[in-house]
């Protein structure tokens, strides 16, 4: 209580300090899931004021219940993006229910707010959306959605798999219809390592220009990165071509991890880097200056009533998140 009250003094006297920039960034929002059963495959809500502590939101329960918005009344992996007006927001999630057998997720969840509280959603079922490609696909893991400014549309990207034999985890993209309620056309490949390739999540970096792409290779310890000047390939080049590998791991820790999740810090400088240590009960939260070195800050532990699985942490405002508070109370 006593930690909960302090978040919500520091975010009143912050909006009562700043009155006249209403667009700037004042703490983080971090969406996630928080376990394997049904009742913990839901959307969740935390606060921080630095980016590394976080309170849970709505006593720890869920803000948005899966059964109102999958098919399979769960979900994983929500991924929150603040569009390109500043005001609507974008979440992509798994659609899928871990206690039917990690082959037996076929489709995402799109949804689209203006308030952080308030979301339109729909489905979209691979297998009945393309029956001839992927009418046996396994997996769509983890979307995620980026802007694609070449394109002006938004870009949904995931990993994809299927039943046959050769197949392992590759990460396509698709761009979303205006109403962000579909997706349009086939699957495009985007990129893998050579072996299974999950939880892509992708950042432009104005310093040098060019994309990062941070992922998981299962062939390997931990989360990789590689970057381009372009999120798809140029005419005339092959798919996946434009990414160069990065040598040398992202994480600063020799044991699994997953999800990772890249936000650049509300003050500019710096980036925040953090991935799921799942089988060492914390996240682990690091700090880069050019995406290029990453520097251990801490583990957060997961406990209590804040036990988040692979999320995404977003910079809100003051009254964004004064309206979360007021919404999703603690008591």
């Known amino acids: 209580m006593k930690k909960y009250l302090l978040l919500c003094v520091a975010l009143a006297f ?28 839901q959307i969740y809500y935390a606060l921080s004021k630095d980016g590394y502590n976080f309170t849970p939101l709505n006593d720890g329960e869920p803000v948005i219940k899966s059964d109102t918005i999958a098919f399979t009344q769960c979900v994983r992996d929500p991924h929150l993006l603040r569009g390109e007006d500043g005001k609507t927001f974008y979440m992509v ?12 997720n076929r489709g995402m969840v799109l949804m689209k707010s203006t308030d952080l509280v308030n979301w339109t959603h729909s489905t979209v079922c691979f297998h009945t959306k393309y029956p001839k490609q992927w009418g046996n696909v396994i997996r769509v893991w983890a979307p995620e959605t980026i802007y694609d400014k070449d394109a002006k549309r938004y870009m949904v990207f995931y990993s994809l798999r299927t039943s046959d034999a050769d197949s392992f985890d590759k990460i396509y ?3 979303v219809n205006d109403d962000f309620t579909d997706l349009i056309g086939e699957p495009e490949f985007l990129f893998d390592n ?10 432009y970096n104005p310093s040098d220009q060019r994309y990062h792409l941070f992922y998981k290779s299962e062939s390997g ?25 990065v ?27 953090m991935y799921d240590c799942y089988g060492d009960g914390h996240y682990q939260f690091c700090k880069s200056t050019d995406l290029k070195s990453f520097q251990f ?3 957060t532990a997961t406990q209590g009533k804040f036990t988040p699985r692979h999320g995404t942490i977003l910079p809100i405002t003051a009254e964004e998140a004064e309206r979360l508070v007021k919404c999703f109370p603690n008591h």
Not at 18 to 39: D, I
Not at 94 to 104: I, K, L
Not at 229 to 242: D, E, I, K, N
């Open 14 to 41: 912050i909006s009562t300090a700043y009155p006249q920039n209403l667009e700037e960034k004042v703490a983080y929002l971090f969406t996630y899931f928080t376990g394997n059963a049904p009742q913990e495959e």
């Open 93 to 104: 999630a798994t659609d899928m229910r871990s206690s039917y057998g990690w082959e037996s």
């Open 173 to 175: 993209y698709s761009y």
């Open 194 to 203: 050579g072996s299974a390739t999950i939880d892509g999540d992708i950042v």
């Open 221 to 245: 310890r931990g989360i990789y990165q590689a970057t381009s000047m372009s999120l798809t390939a140029p005419a005339g080049t092959a798919p996946g071509s434009q990414w160069t590998k």
């Open 247 to 273: 040598e040398g791991n992202v994480d600063q820790t020799q044991r699994p991890v997953e999800g990772v999740g890249v936000c650049r810090s509300i003050d500019g400088k710096s980036w925040i880097v």
């Open 297 to 299: 800050v801490q583990n």
